[in-house]
């Protein structure tokens, strides 16, 4: 769909701005709202928190369409009045300044209950010549993006100052244009959001099919006419009566990784690490390089095609991939690494990343402890359904077909995502700046 443009324009004499429509004028942050920031609260630390009192906003709490107010911690009174410059009013454009999340934003629609924010959260409420949903949007196209990215280039903790942003330039167009323009996007930015949810609903579902097809061949096979037995196992149920019933280290070996690496090289031999460990397969992304000769002999274990990498710890334990043919030549980092004795690698994997493993006994393991965690001996004692070895490999060659059709299907998702996402940012950018002109829209 196209847009009508403005009548005339002018030049905006500001970098990256570019021409404004005649009529508009050109201000700054810090002439038209009263921005501010906490800093440190006093050492507020986490044992503060109570139950239920002023809501106390984090990041986290800002990063979706919505203010998330329910998620939240609070504090007591007396902490939430020592700031009382910073206590929100409907209106209110909250921005983080801090970090990886740095630029978020978002706008304060309703409150039902007393809120203020965090050391990393500036508040930013519009004066009378600024909408604050406009003010809003203007941090979600790509002019002040791109002011963002500028200023905090080259430091090691992103971070925006105060006085960084009382100082950026900000298109102003009369006040009624401006909530013009908030209502537009409002709701063209809605149906955009809309798609997006559609497209992450497809993932999950897609990932949810992908599962179950797993999990249904490496317990049942791909005939559906062969005998089944109970295998006395809850979680698994019937399987073929002419499997067997194994445990991981009775088929495989396992050994860990290197753990404490070496410094990284920027080239050099890679490192596999949690972080490169995706839906089954290495990822390149992020990899990261080491100089062998930088660590012990007797710690290094040399990956070769069919190795599978098992995640030890955190949010990801328990999550694997195999190497792959060709790969060449890699180091295990801190994870385990399962080499196959008597199983096939392929099928070992899928069965690794199957539900009835994954959930019935990983997952069982890991939460024992407060810390998610996984060892060698626990991952040894889980219990694996075990065809004979031609079944074996008829098995992992459907499931390398079929798992490729859903990865296409979701990659495909993925990208439809992105491209909504750029489809948003370049409307809110042409309509915040005056490239199209969204009047006659409302």
């Not at 209110?92 to 209950?113: E, F, H, M, P, Q």
């Not at 965090?118 to 003010?135: F, H, Q, R, W």
Request: proline fraction near 6%; charge should be negative; glycine fraction near 8%.
């Amino acid at each position: 769909m196209s847009f009508p443009k403005y009548d005339r324009y002018k030049d905006s004499g500001v970098e990256w701005l570019g021409e404004v429509p005649e009529h508009w004028n050109i201000s700054r942050i810090g002439f038209e709202s009263w921005l501010r920031a906490r800093l440190g609260w006093k050492g507020l630390k986490a044992e503060e928190y109570v139950e239920d009192g002023f809501i106390f906003l984090a990041t986290p709490n800002i990063k979706e369409k919505y203010i998330d107010f329910e998620n939240v911690n609070y504090i007591n009174e007396i902490r939430y009045e020592e700031s009382p410059e910073i206590k929100l009013k409907e209106g209110d454009v909250l921005l983080a300044k801090d970090g990886s999340t740095l630029g978020t934003v978002n706008i304060v629609r309703k409150l039902t209950k007393p809120a203020t924010v965090n050391s990393s959260i500036a508040v930013i409420t519009p004066g009378k010549k600024l909408e604050g949903a406009y003010l809003c949007y203007l941090f979600q196209g790509d002019f002040l993006r791109n002011t963002i990215q500028r200023i905090k280039g080259g430091m090691g903790v992103p971070h925006l100052f105060q006085e960084d942003l009382n100082k950026f330039y900000i298109p102003l167009p009369p006040l009624p244009e401006q909530r013009s323009i908030a209502t537009f996007l409002d709701r063209e930015t809605t149906k955009i959001d809309e798609l997006i949810a559609e497209q992450r609903q497809l993932i999950d579902l897609l990932k949810e099919k992908r599962q179950a097809v797993i999990s249904h061949a490496v317990t049942k096979g791909l005939n559906p006419d062969a005998p089944m037995e109970d295998s006395a196992i809850e979680w698994l149920g019937e399987v073929p009566e002419h499997w067997e019933i194994s445990s991981v280290k009775r088929l495989a070996s396992i050994c860990y990784g290197i753990g404490e690496p070496p410094k990284y090289q920027v080239e050099g031999i890679p490192l596999v690490r949690a972080t490169n460990v995706n839906a089954g397969k290495i990822s390149l992304d992020g990899i990261a390089y080491v100089n062998p000769n930088d660590i012990p002999e007797n710690r290094i274990v040399w990956l070769k095609e069919g190795d599978i990498i098992v995640v030890r710890s955190g949010a990801y334990t328990g999550d694997s991939a195999i190497i792959p043919e060709g790969f060449g030549e890699c180091i295990a980092g801190f994870d385990m690494v399962l080499q196959s004795r008597s199983i096939n690698p392929m099928f070992m994997q899928f069965t690794l990343l199957s539900k009835y493993l994954k959930e019935g006994q990983i997952d069982t393991q890991k939460m024992r402890s407060a810390q998610p965690h996984l060892n060698a001996e626990e991952l040894g004692s889980c219990l694996v359904a075990l065809p004979p070895l031609p079944e074996q490999r008829s098995i992992a060659a459907f499931l390398d077909r079929e798992t490729a059709k859903f990865d296409e299907l979701i990659a495909e998702a993925h990208h439809a995502i992105a491209l909504l996402q750029e489809r948003r940012t370049a409307l809110i950018s042409a309509a915040v700046t005056g490239k199209i002109d969204v009047r006659s829209l409302v």
